[in-house]
């Protein structure tokens, strides 16, 4: 798909479609009164004739419109002006989207980037008009042997804004946000994919790609560099698979040199069983999305890439399968991870930790600005936040604040759980330093607790996706959450490190 941004009238011009919206009540959006008036009256009267009310969801399509240059003006139902905020601004573009992919023409150039939503700009407007558009088109059919071809695709979109000095700001913010949605796609790719294609190894053959087309670094451990290391629980839980673990190690390094890199962590489980504290069986095809955490780190890095951030990042992948073999850890088995600590594994089922646990120390040797984990960690996320925040927590509320704050920029939105002293003590062990489970109550706090314990030596925040990270139901699916979050936060970190740049003397 081409994309373009514009600034002119409506009425003027060229284009298969014109797409325009329409609030409850018949209510023109200002777009939609231009070329009502160039029309004579033509959208009012069919308005007044009842065709359409302007509720959210509907459409008409109109040809043969007076007075216009477009081929055809497309009304899009917005609902009622006052409760127009973000959810209802992305419902109306996914509806245009939608439509303009059934009707014959190519192209399509929408005036609802131009619709005012409360508190936000031009840019944000923008951006996830881009993101949207890709969500509304994404189709993920590789594995059909026949593939639903639409007849005549769309394949340029213009999105129009107000005033031509903002399309300096638009066209930047396009960028952006074709970069956020190509790394949501990479994240959901990977996500759809089953467990018996997407493997340890083939996200580290991912890996290696992105790094040779972006030009970034890569280094892939393999089970025996991870011996050495003593990454001992990521192993116990490779213990019970034939399929061999990886640790992926993906560098983008366009910052300062020398200046301490974000370093961000990917649970990279392929597929989850439960190991020998099996899972029961419904629903279990849907432990194929428990690497959506490493998804979303190598499609934020994707598109910090493509935006040129002038940071340095550093994307840490720990990846297995967690399965029931014969050699596979036991419930009771005591490891010894990475850092020193013991561990005594009561539930096999609670992998991610044990996995996490060995990249936090690991990340140690990188020297990090600060730590972000991400992980589809643990059901009782999913009871707490449901689909539609993602679990943070933190050892450092600075951080801890501006995840919050691109999660609320990027309409990708956490929310913060307490991580107190309190909750630590559900961790004892008879046995060993701390056990890998804390019982039913706080399940995403005690499983961040047993987290914060390797993650001592640097400003950490741990992301929660258990909820985000994909859709369960009719339309099953990874969503590519939380890229877009994690993109503005590096974005907002780029911005920091321009502003902090020592100036150059004038000569
Ligand atoms: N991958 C799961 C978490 C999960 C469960 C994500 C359901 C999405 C939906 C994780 O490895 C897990 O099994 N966690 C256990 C932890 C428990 C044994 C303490 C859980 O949440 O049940
Ligand atoms: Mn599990
Ligand atoms: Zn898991």
Known sequence: MEFSIKSGSPEKQRSACVVVGVFEARKLSAAAEIVDHAATQFLSDILRRGDMEG??????????????????????????????????????????????????????TLYLTELNVKKRDVAWKIRQAAIVVQETLYRFDRLKSKKEEVRRPLRKLTFCVNRRNELTIAETALAQGLAIAEGMDLAKNLGNLPGNICTPSYLAEQASLL????????????RGDMEKLGMNTLLSVARGSTEPPKF????????TSGAKPIVLIGKGITFDSGGISLKPGLEMDEMKYDMCGAASVLGAIK????????????????????????????????ITSMSGKTVEILNTDAEGRLILCDALTYVERLEPECVVDVATLTGACVIALGAVATGLLANDDSLAKELLDAGHDAYDRAWQMPLWEDYQEQLKSNFADMAN????????????CFLSRFAEKYRWAHLDIAGTAWRSGKEKGATGRPVPLLTHFLMERANR???????RRRK
């Not at 009622?80 to 992919?101: D, M, P, S, T, W």
């Not at 489970?437 to 499983?447: H, L, M, P, S, V």
């Not at 490190?497 to 100036?503: D, E, L």
Request: charge should be neutral.
């Open 55 to 108: 509720k959210a969801g509907t459409s008409l399509l109109l040809h043969g419109v007076p007075g216009v240059e477009a081929d055809r003006i497309l009304l899009v139902g917005l609902g009622k002006e006052r409760e127009f905020h973000e959810k209802e601004y992305r419902a109306a573009i996914a509806c245009a989207v939608r439509q303009l992919n059934e009707t014959g023409g190519f192209d399509g």
């Open 211 to 222: 790094g040779s087309t972006l030009g970034l670094g890569v280094e892939i451990l393999d």
């Open 248 to 255: 992926i190690i993906l560098r983008h390094e366009s910052g």
């Open 303 to 334: 598109a910090a890439a493509m935006m040129k951030l002038p940071i340095n990042i550093i994307g840490v992948i720990p990846t297995t399968e967690n399965m029931p073999g014969g050699a596979a850890s036991k419930p009771g088995d005591v």
């Open 437 to 448: 489970i804390g019982g039913r109550a706080a399940g995403t706090i005690t499983a961040a």
């Open 497 to 503: 490190s321009i502003q902090q740049a020592p100036k």
